[in-house]
C-alpha cells in the first residue's frame, strides 16, 4: 500500500485500518519524515508506528537540507524499548522498500508512507524522480 499519510493523524488512520483488514497477517510500516519541517511529530510518528505495526522500517523522505541520520534519531526518539526491538533504519528510501519487500513473511500487509502521489524526492535543494510504484514493481519483477 502506497499512502501520502505524513502526518500522525493520517499515519494512525492507514495503520488502524490496514490493521483490521490485515487480521493476523504481518503488518510492516515503512515511513519517515520530511526535512526542514515540523519536528515535533517525529517522535509521534514512531509511537503511531509502533502501536500498530509488527515491524517498522524508518528511513528517509525529502530530507531537504537536514541530515537524515539526524530526522531518523529524532524519530526513533519516540520509540519504547519494544518498538525499538522491532525498527530498522536503513537510510535509502528504495533499499528500504527493497528489504520491506524481500524480507516481509508471505500475505504481509506493506505500508510505504508518506510519499504517495509524489514522484519525487528532495535531497538538499535538488528535487529527484522518485516514484514508490515504479519501483515496487522493478523491484518485484526481480523477485
Known amino acids: 500500500v502506497i499512502d501520502y499519510a505524513h502526518t500522525p493523524d493520517a499515519l494512525e488512520n492507514v495503520l488502524k485500518t490496514l490493521k483490521d483488514i490485515s487480521r493476523d497477517a504481518e503488518l510492516v510500516c515503512l515511513f519517515g519524515c520530511g526535512g526542514d519541517r515540523d519536528?515535533?511529530?517525529r517522535p509521534?510518528?514512531?509511537?503511531?508506528?509502533?502501536?500498530?505495526?509488527?515491524?517498522?522500517i524508518v528511513t528517509s523522505d525529502?530530507?531537504?537540507?537536514?541530515?537524515?541520520?539526524?530526522?531518523?534519531?529524532?524519530?526513533?526518539?519516540?520509540?519504547?524499548?519494544?518498538?525499538k526491538a522491532k525498527t530498522i533504519r536503513i537510510p535509502d528510501r528504495k533499499e528500504a522498500i527493497r528489504a520491506a519487500i524481500i524480507f516481509s513473511k508471505p500475505g504481509a500487509t506493506i505500508l510505504l508512507a508518506g510519499k504517495g502521489h509524489e514522484n519525487y524526492q528532495i535531497i538538499g535543494?535538488?528535487?529527484?524522480?522518485?516514484?514508490?510504484?515504479?519501483?515496487?514493481?522493478?523491484i518485484l519483477e526481480k523477485c
Open 39 to 41: 519536528r515535533t511529530k
Open 62 to 83: 525529502n530530507s531537504r537540507t537536514e541530515r537524515t541520520e539526524d530526522i531518523m534519531d529524532e524519530i526513533c526518539n519516540g520509540l519504547s524499548f519494544e518498538g
Open 44 to 56: 509521534e510518528m514512531a509511537q503511531i508506528a509502533q502501536k500498530y505495526a509488527d515491524r517498522i
Open 125 to 138: 535543494n535538488i528535487k529527484h524522480h522518485f516514484d514508490e510504484k515504479e519501483i515496487v514493481k522493478e
